[in-house]
């Protein structure tokens, strides 16, 4: 059985609140390890066209952020995937990120993911994980400097998020040496770590294992979502997450949504 293990990105009130608490439940009943919550906002930096536009209809909707904490409090009475918050640094910044980190830890979530909140420019966030218990999450690409890889270090995070190629997320990656070369260097840190960026089948994963702790898959579960054109997506999405992790223990045959 492979060793590496899934993670699923969702954003939070896509389509709307409702089916994207379903959603979340369909994808940890398929076997997803972890949860990773998108909170949307409206200027991202590394999201691709598909993450873009589910934001994009999400905040259109209505979605305010303790709309997303209310999410990951319910999905949390509900199911043993630990839960990730992914968002950009305004929305800490806009409430003090000490706050956030505590409102989420109070709502349940394992850690937080914010791609432009490096370690040495992150509102003291990395101080905040302390305070609320959090795993605060640096997020790396190929190329990084020897030094900011000592700093990250430094901080000995439990995980650190790793992508696999330069850009945005969506495009699809091929897996070659570098890519490899890249996330064994990032493991040599002793965190675990987390791969993502383009990741879309299974081979991409078998190809991974032994090299990182998990791997997070995102624009190919709202892509399945939207496939569906509103028939039974929660068991769309259910079925796209087991046969990712195909060889998962966390799947649940007798999941409804609903």
């Given at each position: ?129 302390r305070l609320a218990g959090l795993a605060v999450v640096p997020v790396i690409a190929p190329g990084i400097a020897e030094t900011r890889l000592g700093l ?107």
């Open positions: 059985m492979p060793d590496v293990k899934l993670m699923a990105h969702w954003v939070a009130g896509y389509p709307d609140m409702e089916r994207s608490h379903a959603a979340a439940l369909a994808l940890a009943a398929g076997g997803a390890d972890y949860l990773e919550i998108q909170f949307p906002f409206s200027d991202p930096s590394a999201d691709g066209p598909v993450i873009e536009r589910a934001c994009q209809a999400s905040l259109e909707a209505g979605f305010k952020t303790a709309d997303g904490f209310r999410l990951i409090e319910d999905l949390a009475k509900r199911l043993s995937s630990p839960l990730f918050i992914m968002t950009y640094g305004s929305l800490l910044v806009a409430r003090g990120a000490e706050d956030f980190a505590r409102r989420a830890a109070g709502a349940g979530a394992k850690g937080l993911i914010i791609p432009d909140l490096p370690p040495d420019y992150d509102e003291r966030l990395f101080e905040s994980r990250i270090q430094s901080l000995d995070p439990e995980y650190i998020y790793t992508a696999l190629r330069l850009g945005i997320t969506g495009g699809r990656t091929a897996l070659d040496k570098n890519s490899i070369r890249h996330l064994d260097k990032a493991g040599f840190l002793g965190s675990k770590i987390i791969a993502g960026f383009g990741v879309r089948t299974r081979e991409q994963i078998l190809a991974l294992t032994g090299h990182t702790h998990a791997v997070a898959v995102g624009s190919h579960f709202l892509e399945t979502f939207d496939r569906t054109g509103g028939v039974c997506p929660e068991n769309a999405l259910r079925s796209a997450a087991a046969e990712l992790n195909a060889f998962s223990q966390n799947a649940d045959p007798s999941f409804r949504a609903f």
